[in-house]
């Protein structure tokens, strides 16, 4: 396991890190994939379709990184397109109304930065898939697998459970970022990384996130069905509750965040 905070940054980049379609093919089972925002295009940044956790339909929502250089590109290095949000919120509308539980797996440095983006309305199409995460009455689990990026990664990460693997960050700008705008020098992100708070261990002592999963065999097989089985029980009382409970808890978790702080 990574030790410094820097140290988990570089291994939550990892090119050989188990991407969201790994965890499709390892964890799911009939997945087919859906395609397209019904707007403008699909977004290959997204993958999304319906699939199956041990015996229960759910919709599966997945931010993909690929791993070769020629994947990477394929899939905008992991930076989803307002289309790929507005694909999202699609199938998340889709699976309130089958009454499906949606997983989302997070793996985004950020949105995509560019001038078709914003012409198309990247702000608005994360605004939405926040807003409709806020009031969708199905059951959502959010894994960040890799890297947790500032808006794009919060857009799939309103949900009833947040979790991350061991030695995935969740940080409202990356290091670099953070340390070009503080010290105007980004050689300084190992230390911006430190002030930052983006480990798992410090989420989950935030109250961000609910859950730490173990990196143990990460991407083998039994890591695989350890996974499975865990989603599978929390899906399972988490489908127990009324609609009208799951929002009022979704509501109750997200405006705890930073209370004790603020008093």
């Known amino acids: 396991m990574a030790d410094t905070a820097y140290e988990k940054v570089k291994a939550a980049r990892a090119a050989k890190r188990p991407t969201a379609s790994d965890y499709i093919r390892g964890m799911l089972t ?25 015996g229960r339909s759910i919709t599966v929502i997945g931010i993909e990184k690929g791993h070769s250089a020629k994947e990477r590109v394929a899939h905008a290095f992991g930076a989803p397109n307002p289309e790929g949000y507005r694909k999202a919120l699609r199938l998340m509308k889709q699976a309130e109304k089958f009454r499906r539980p949606v997983l989302c797996l ?9 001038i078709g983006a914003e012409e198309r309305g990247q702000g608005q199409a ?21 890297e ?43 230390t911006a990384a430190q002030y930052l708070r983006l480990t798992a261990q410090d989420a989950l ?13 990460l991407g083998d097989d039994i890591f695989f069905t350890r996974l499975r089985a865990v989603l599978s029980g929390r899906f399972q009382a988490l489908c127990a509750a009324s609609a009208e409970e799951l ?3 979704r509501y109750a978790r997200f405006r705890s965040i930073g209370a004790e702080n603020a008093q």
Do not use: Q
């Open 247 to 249: 929002l009022e808890r």
């Open 126 to 146: 994360i605004a939405e898939c926040l807003n409709e995460l806020s009031a969708l009455k199905t059951p959502v689990i959010s894994v960040i697998i890799g």
């Open 30 to 54: 009939d997945f087919v994939e859906l395609h397209g925002d019904r707007r403008f295009a699909d977004d290959k940044a997204i993958v999304a379709g319906l699939a199956r956790l041990g």
């Open 106 to 114: 997070v793996d985004t440095s950020g949105a995509f930065c560019g």
């Open 148 to 190: 947790g990026g500032s808006g794009g990664a919060l857009a799939l990460s309103l949900a009833d459970e947040v979790w991350m693997l061991e030695n995935s960050i969740y940080s409202v700008i990356s290091p670099e970022g953070c340390a070009s705008i503080l010290w105007k020098d980004a050689s300084k992100a190992e």
């Open 205 to 217: 002592e935030l109250g961000i996130i609910d859950r730490i999963i173990p990196e143990d065999g």
